[in-house]
T-cell receptor, first 115, second 114 residues
C-alpha cells in the first residue's frame, strides 16, 4: 500500500487569489491523479499527472485554471488559480503503485473555501 | 458520457444486520471495479476490487458481486458495525494497466444504528 499526504489540509481564501496544494506519496507511483469532490458529491477527475510530461486534463478543466506539476515519482502539486466561490470544494490526489496495476490510493484531501 | 451510478443515495441498517449496496454501470468496456469507503473528512479508502473475469470476490466481512449481463455491481457487508457508517463509492475503469484513472459513481451513505 501507499500513504499519501496533502498540504494544506484546509484553507480559506479570497476571491481572485491562487492556492497550491501539495501531494506527497511515500512510495513511487506510476501516475498521479487529481480529483475534485464538491460537498455531498462524488469524485470528479480533474487531470492525470505523469512525471516529465504535461498533465492530461478532463473535459471542463484547463491548464490555465488548474496548473499541475509532477517533478518526480513521489510528488505533485495542483494550483487552483484566480479562485472564485465556485472553486470551493475538496481536492484529492491519488496515485497507483508502480507495478501494482490497479489499486489507487487517496490522500486525505484539501478542503478549500473561497470567499 | 458513460459513468458508474448507484441505486440508492442512503441506506440505514441496524448493527449486526447484513448490508447490500448496489451500483449500476453503463460502460461495457469496463473491466475493473473497486469499492471505496469514505468517512467524513477523509479520503476514499480501498475496500475490495474485482476484475471482469470474476463474478464474486470475498474479503473480510465484505463480498463484491459482479453481474456483467445486467452491468450491476454490489457490495455486501456482513454483520454491519457502527464503524461501517460512511459513504460508499463504486468506481470503474477500462484497461488492465496502471495509469488509467478511476471513474466514480455517486455514492451511498450507509448509516448503522446500534
Amino acid at each position: 500500500s501507499a500513504v499519501i499526504s496533502q498540504k494544506p489540509s484546509r484553507d480559506i481564501c479570497q476571491r481572485g487569489t491562487s492556492l497550491t496544494i501539495q501531494c506527497q506519496v511515500d512510495s513511487q507511483v506510476t501516475m498521479m491523479f487529481w480529483y475534485r469532490q464538491q460537498p455531498g458529491q462524488s469524485l470528479t477527475l480533474i487531470a492525470t499527472a505523469n512525471q516529465g510530461s504535461e498533465a492530461t486534463y478532463e473535459s471542463g478543466f484547463v491548464i490555465d485554471k488548474f496548473p499541475i506539476s509532477r517533478p518526480n515519482l513521489t510528488f505533485s502539486t495542483l494550483t487552483v488559480s484566480n479562485m472564485s466561490p465556485e472553486d470551493s470544494s475538496i481536492y484529492l490526489c491519488s496515485g497507483d503503485l508502480a507495478g501494482a496495476g490497479h489499486e489507487q490510493f487517496f490522500g486525505p484531501g484539501t478542503r478549500l473555501t473561497v470567499l | 458520457g458513460e459513468n458508474v451510478g448507484l441505486h440508492l443515495p442512503t441506506l440505514s441498517v441496524q448493527e449486526g444486520d447484513n448490508s447490500i449496496i448496489n451500483c449500476a454501470y453503463s460502460n461495457s468496456a469496463s473491466d475493473y471495479f473497486i469499492w471505496y469507503k469514505q468517512e467524513s473528512g477523509k479520503g476514499p479508502q480501498f475496500i475490495i476490487d474485482i476484475r471482469s473475469n470474476m463474478d464474486k470476490r470475498q474479503g473480510q466481512r465484505v463480498t463484491v458481486l459482479l453481474n456483467k449481463t445486467v452491468k450491476h455491481l454490489s457490495l455486501q457487508i456482513a454483520a454491519t458495525q457502527p464503524g461501517d457508517s460512511a459513504v460508499y463509492f463504486c468506481a470503474e475503469k477500462s484497461g488492465n494497466q496502471a495509469g488509467t484513472a478511476l471513474i466514480f459513481g455517486k455514492g451511498t451513505t450507509l448509516s448503522v444504528s446500534s
